[in-house]
Structures are given as C-alpha cells and as structure tokens.
C-alpha cells in the first residue's frame, strides 16, 4: 500500500472514529438533560425555555395584563410546547408558549380528559337563561351564596361583580351573601392561600357579621389593591375598635368563620367561587357569568314572584379577575380567564 494510500485510510478511519465520538456525546447529553429537568442547556437552534419564559412574564408586566407584576417560577416542555409557571401576587399560574416564542397561550383546554364537554356523550348543551330559571328551586326569599376566599383571583371576580349588583341595586343586597371556605385550627383560622388570605377572611367575615352595612363598600374598596385594607376600613367607615374586637375574639370571629366553614362542608364547596342558591349549587355561566347582571338573574330566578328590580338591565360585563381598579378589565386578558368556563381556585393536591 503507498504512503498516501495509507494517509487516505488513515483520515478517513479519524473523521468515522470523530463522528462516532460525537453522536456518543449528543445522545448522551440529550439523555442527561431528559432526567434532569431543571438543567438549562444553550438552544442551537432558538431561544432557550427560560428565555421563552421570561419573554412571556416581560410581555404581560409590559402590557399591564396583571394587577401586579408577575415573575417567572418555572419552565418545562408538555405535549410540543413550552409549559411557564408564573407567579401574580400570592397565586400561580400554568401557561403555555411556541417553542419559537412567538405565540403565549394564557390558558389551555386539556382536550384528552375525559369530561370534557366536546368529548363527553353525557354532555348537555348549554342552556338558555330562561331554561336554566326554570330549573331553579323557587322561594319567597331566595338567597344567593357565594362561597369564595379574599385572594383567589376568581373570588375576586365574582365579589366585584356582586358589589357592583349591591351598588346599583341596593335591594338585591338582601339576598345574597359572601361566604368563606376554610378550616379552625385552635383559635385561629387557616385558608387556601396562607396566613395574609386568612386574616382578610377574618375581617370580611367580622364586618359582614357586625356591620353589614359596611360590608359591601368595604369589599368593592379592597379589591382595588392589596395591601390597602385598613385605609378601605378607614375610608367606609368601618367601627375600627368593634372591628378589632370581633378579630381578636374567638368566640366571635372564630365562631362566625366556623359557621361559614361549617356550610362549605354541608355543599361539599373546595373550590372559589362556588356560588349555591336556595341550597342547590349553581352554574353562573348560565345566567351571564360573573357579572352583576348574571348576579341578578340568578336571584330573579329563584323568586316564586319576582322583585321589581328584576326588570332592570345591570351591567352584562364580566367582571375583572383579581386586584383591579376598574369594575371591567381591557384587552386579552379579561377574555383569557374570564371564568365563563367555571375556572376557580381550589386547594392544592
């Protein structure tokens, strides 16, 4: 064999022997980075899931699409996109992105479960509002619960919408109540979102008990923004000492929350809102969702006669989710968890 001959062999056998070595080490590392999750490779051929995900969180602080700024928890890969836990205040939230960080999906529909209304044969259309009136258990003094906790972005939403109702309509107040889901522990209260939501829980719940005249106001003040609960107190005129007394009180605090607690038990309630009118549960997106004219059809059609006030229009739009200044929030996001679909809060499994 000649000298180049030999070299040609030789080259040929290194660039094999090269490729090889390299394909060992992809297909390595591909695996390595596959049982390890949270190990954060450069992307060749694009951005990175981090980068996609902090885009995600810029783009919403950016366009004011949350009432508090947002910050990044997590990114993974589900079902061919880029799954982006983000964190608004004290919640968090599951959304979804391309892989060429291009498109952001605030919400998504797991089409593959099993009750889903497109895939289940037991599924009923959905119904009219007169046809969902008529199957409501009527009453000479119905009454509307509206199961929720201080900062569940939903409960949020469907409070805003009942205090606009009250606002507009001071008789409806009569016949509707918030109610609040949670547990005793001693002599203190506990709830789905930790000790700040418990004690706002307590505070609603000892004004709607002792000054309920208050109440409303009170609410509609706080959701503008957290953290600005006393100046509300102060600024509707909440009895700061009798206030302060019922929360430092077990047996009236406490005890008025375990009575709450007590009736979430009785309707099986875990998730916020879970509205029960005349002792049933309720779908609100029969009536108009969570507006206060959808809180006002739901009290109209549980009167065996029915009020005066209910032949006047409130409004039909879907109150805002979460801390919001206004009644209606603007843009994608209102639409985007709107909680038309029933979405709420429910506690971690």
Same mark, same amino acid.
């Given at each position: ?7 040609? &062999? ?9 490729? /090889? ?18 190990? *954060? ?14 885009? +995600? ?10 009432s ?13 996109l ?6 608004? !205040?004290?919640?968090?939230? #599951? ?19 099993e ?6 044969? &037991? ?20 009454? @509307?619960?509206?199961?929720?906790? /201080?900062?569940?972005?939903y409960? @949020?939403?469907?409070?805003? /919408? ?15 109540k $918030? ?7 001693? %002599?203190t ?11 706002? &829980? @307590? ?16 609410? =509609?003040?706080?959701? =503008? $923004?957290? !953290?600005?609960?006393?100046?509300? =107190? ?6 700061? +000492? ?12 406490v /005890?008025?929350?375990?009575? #709450? ?16 009118? &005349?002792?049933?549960?309720? #779908?609100? *997106?029969?009536?108009? !969702?969570?507006?206060s ?25 879907? =109150?805002?989710? $979460? ?17 038309? #679909?029933?979405? %709420?809060?429910?506690?971690?499994q």
């Amino acid at each position: 064999m000649s000298k180049l001959s030999f070299l040609k &062999n030789m080259n040929r056998n290194n660039i094999l022997l090269g490729l /090889a070595i390299i394909g060992v080490l992809v297909v390595g590392g591909l695996i390595y980075a596959n049982s390890n999750p949270n190990l *954060s490779l450069p992307n060749f051929f694009g951005m990175s899931g981090k980068q996609i995900g902090q885009k +995600a969180v810029d783009y919403i602080n950016n366009n004011q699409l949350a009432s508090t700024p947002a910050s990044l928890v997590s990114v993974s890969e589900e079902s061919g996109l880029v799954k982006i836990k983000i964190k608004i !205040g004290t919640n968090e939230f #599951d959304s979804y992105a391309t892989k060429d960080g291009k498109l952001l999906f605030p919400q998504v529909f797991d089409m593959s479960a099993e009750k889903t209304a497109a895939t289940s044969e &037991n599924s009923a259309p959905q119904q009219t509002p007169e046809e969902a009136a008529a199957t409501v258990k009527k009453s000479d003094n119905p009454e @509307l619960l509206a199961f929720v906790v /201080a900062r569940c972005p939903y409960g @949020l939403q469907m409070q805003r /919408a009942m205090a606009d109702a009250v606002k507009n309509m001071p008789s409806l107040g009569q016949y509707i109540k $918030s109610v609040y889901i949670g547990a005793v522990s001693g %002599n203190t209260i506990t709830a789905m979102h930790g000790e700040a939501e418990a004690k706002e &829980n @307590l505070r609603q719940i000892c004004i709607r008990e002792e000054q309920p005249a208050k109440f409303w106001n009170y609410v =509609a003040c706080q959701m =503008a $923004s957290s !953290g600005k609960e006393d100046s509300c =107190a102060t600024s509707t005129g909440v009895d700061a +000492a009798k206030l302060n007394s019922c929360i430092s009180d077990p047996g009236k605090g406490v /005890a008025y929350a375990k009575k #709450d607690f007590d009736l979430a038990t009785k309707y099986n309630v875990s998730g916020s809102p879970t509205l029960i009118l &005349n002792e049933a549960v309720i #779908d609100e *997106s029969a009536f108009g !969702g969570r507006s206060s004219e959808g809180v006002k059809t739901m009290v109209c059609a549980a009167f065996n006669s029915k009020a005066s006030f209910c032949s006047t229009k409130l409004n039909t739009a879907e =109150a805002a989710v $979460s801390f919001s200044v206004d009644y209606a929030s603007s843009g994608a996001s209102a639409n985007a968890n709107s909680g038309a #679909d029933g979405t %709420n809060c429910a506690p971690a499994q």
